[in-house]
């Protein structure tokens, strides 16, 4: 199906904006959805949030600027090239086996560059990411270890398993035969782009073989790694891995939660990510 087969132009969440990105080797020129949250606390450390593989600005609902709140963080929530208001792939684009990487490297470096979040911001920014954006987070937190306090990581993604692929494929039947087009199309202005570039390309055989594994061990930050015991796109696998090659990371396993801590238990998973911030932001206080 054409990612452009159907673009219906979503009402943009308040205070929403678009930044372009000047071109790259890589990509052409990019119009980036973004939101700023709590700007007020202008000294305040920045979160930026990376949204899943079916995410966007407006799905993440109001759970960011909650979790800032109990922060006492700015925020900047933005849409992936792909999805909410961000440019849609171009016509028959598929997207490569490192996709994620380009993400990590490429695009959040440039968008935090076209913001003017400078080094020393840099320096006290946290990531927070689920799922997709979780294994995004881990990238940049392993290319650019000197260029963010720390990272949580909510249902990551480090190498695929086959409950992933069994619930990536049931998700392409739920989108061609009941009504999760109509659901997502609220969300993105073009919902086909959405929803195939990050089907195909997890279902492509050549990406069984993706694995971040060893990204890991360059990951110098503190690093807090949720999931829920009754993740449908992931086993504890993922966590033991992340355990293993980041040793200072903290793990966390949530009882009777699903892929989307922030959705099925976001009090419980906002104390864990509050503790874990708070007990870094005194250590480096102390030093």
Known sequence: MSANASRSIVPPPSGTELMTLPATASTGSLQIEYQW????????????????????????????????????????????????????????????????????????????????????????????GHSDGGSIALLYAAAFPDALAGAAVIAPHVFVEDVSVQSITQARQAYTGTGLRARLARYHDDVDSAFWGWNDIWL?????????????????????????????????????????HVQHAQIVKLPACGHSPHRDAPDVLNQHIKAFVSSHAAQARAR
């Open 37 to 128: 949250l709590d700007t007020a606390a202008l000294d305040a450390p920045l979160a930026v949030f990376l949204h899943e593989g079916l995410g966007s600005v407006a799905m993440w609902k109001d759970w960011p600027r909650t979790l800032c709140a109990a922060l006492g963080m700015r925020g900047l929530v933005y849409s992936r090239p792909g999805y909410g208001r961000s440019s849609p792939r171009a016509a028959n684009e598929k997207w490569p086996v490192t996709f994620m990487h380009r993400q990590a490297r490429e695009v959040l470096p440039a968008l935090l560059d076209a913001l003017g979040v400078d080094e020393a911001q840099r320096r006290r920014m946290w990531l927070i």
């Open 204 to 244: 492509d055989p050549a990406f069984r073989d993706w694995n971040i594994e060893g990204a890991l061990g360059a990951i110098r930050c503190p690093l807090l790694a949720v999931q829920g015991f009754d993740d449908e796109y992931g086993t504890m696998a993922q966590m033991e891995s992340i355990g293993q």
